[in-house]
């Protein structure tokens, strides 16, 4: 199960994310004042949860790497399943290590990713900023580069690129209801069933609901899916159960070994 988060400013840094259990931020929101509470009228005990998958890939560069350039790779903000989150996210700020000219880069519309050459690690922190009708909070995430494998002992290949991912929740409890009218059909976003008797605007059809899945990169993107993932535990689940069968029957045949024909470290 998920870690819940609850984020009130900034979350803590997290020097090993992607060793930890995926996690839930729920982004708490300051008191609207009077104006607001007229222009955002609020959904109560409602929430809005938007899964995002953040990361980089890194390609070396082979016959071309240089002392300087070694490897180029690109860092991302993307849906889970690569649909394009920009009717959440207005833009996406990544601060790159400052040996890199314009260490600041903002991209303000989706894919929400920038490519880049080196030949060094270092952690890339990235801001994530939402429409107004979404939140008025900055979330700030961190993300550790990595340009070589650790598992792996023979020489780098071109053409399969270092993969990290972390995948996350970001909850929005209380959503206005103009946000809840604007993504309720859509597809990088998870939001419940509301009672009939509300009646909110409905959303507009020309509004473009883009994806990213013609993206280059998508074939390295890696599957967060919940479907695989319960594949994966029940997969898990018959090996567990074939061992405690496979264990049950040594037990029963030790059991049934006169005391002396059977010696510790027997094939038994």
């Given at each position: 199960?998920?870690?819940?988060?609850?984020?009130?400013?900034?979350?803590?840094?997290?020097?090993?994310?992607?060793?930890?259990?995926?996690?839930?931020?729920?982004?708490?929101?300051?008191?609207?004042?009077?104006?607001?509470?007229?222009?955002?009228?609020?959904?109560?005990?409602?929430?809005?949860?938007?899964?995002?998958?953040?990361?980089?890939?890194?390609?070396?560069?082979?016959?071309?790497?240089?002392?300087?350039?070694?490897?180029?790779?690109?860092?991302?903000?993307?849906?889970?399943?690569?649909?394009?989150?920009?009717?959440?996210?207005?833009?996406?700020?990544?601060?790159?290590?400052?040996?890199?000219?314009?260490?600041?880069?903002?991209?303000?519309?989706?894919?929400?990713?920038?490519?880049?050459?080196?030949?060094?690690?270092?952690?890339?922190?990235?801001?994530?900023?939402?429409?107004?009708?979404?939140?008025?909070?900055?979330?700030?995430?961190?993300?550790?580069?990595?340009?070589?494998?650790?598992?792996?002992?023979?020489?780098?290949?071109?053409?399969?690129?270092?993969?990290?991912?972390?995948?996350?929740?970001?909850?929005?409890?209380?959503?206005?209801?103009?946000?809840?009218?604007?993504?309720?059909?859509?597809?990088?976003?998870?939001?419940?069933?509301?009672?009939?008797?509300?009646?909110?605007?409905?959303?507009?059809?020309?509004?473009?609901?883009?994806?990213?899945?013609?993206?280059?990169?998508?074939?390295?993107?890696?599957?967060?899916?919940?479907?695989?993932?319960?594949?994966?535990?029940?997969?898990?689940?018959?090996?567990?159960?074939?061992?405690?069968?496979?264990?049950?029957?040594?037990?029963?045949?030790?059991?049934?070994?006169?005391?002396?024909s059977w010696k510790p470290g027997s094939n038994y």
């Amino acid at each position: 199960m998920a870690e819940i988060v609850e984020i009130d400013g900034q979350p803590e840094r997290n020097t090993n994310e992607s060793t930890l259990k995926p996690q839930r931020i729920k982004i708490t929101r300051a008191s609207d004042d009077g104006d607001k509470k007229i222009l955002q009228k609020r959904l109560k005990d409602v929430e809005i949860c938007v899964p995002i998958v953040y990361g980089t890939i890194a390609f070396w560069l082979g016959r071309k790497a240089s002392e300087t350039q070694s490897h180029r790779w690109t860092v991302y903000v993307r849906g889970a399943t690569n649909e394009d989150i920009g009717a959440v996210i207005k833009r996406v700020v990544f601060q790159l290590h400052p040996s890199f000219e314009n260490p600041v880069r903002v991209v303000e519309s989706p894919p929400f990713e920038l490519s880049e050459c080196g030949w060094g690690e270092f952690e890339i922190a990235i801001s994530l900023f939402f429409h107004n009708d979404v939140c008025d909070k900055q979330l700030d995430l961190y993300h550790h580069l990595k340009l070589y494998a650790e598992d792996e002992s023979g020489p780098q290949s071109t053409k399969r690129p270092v993969v990290v991912e972390t995948y996350n929740e970001i909850v929005f409890p209380d959503p206005s209801e103009s946000f809840y009218a604007r993504i309720q059909k859509h597809p990088a976003v998870i939001v419940p069933r509301l009672p009939v008797m509300l009646n909110l605007p409905t959303e507009d059809p020309n509004e473009k609901k883009g994806d990213t899945k013609d993206n280059p990169l998508s074939q390295w993107f890696i599957n967060f899916s919940e479907a695989d993932e319960l594949l994966k535990l029940a997969a898990a689940r018959q090996q567990v159960q074939a061992h405690i069968i496979k264990l049950r029957r040594q037990l029963s045949v030790i059991d049934g070994l006169p005391l002396q024909s059977w010696k510790p470290g027997s094939n038994y």
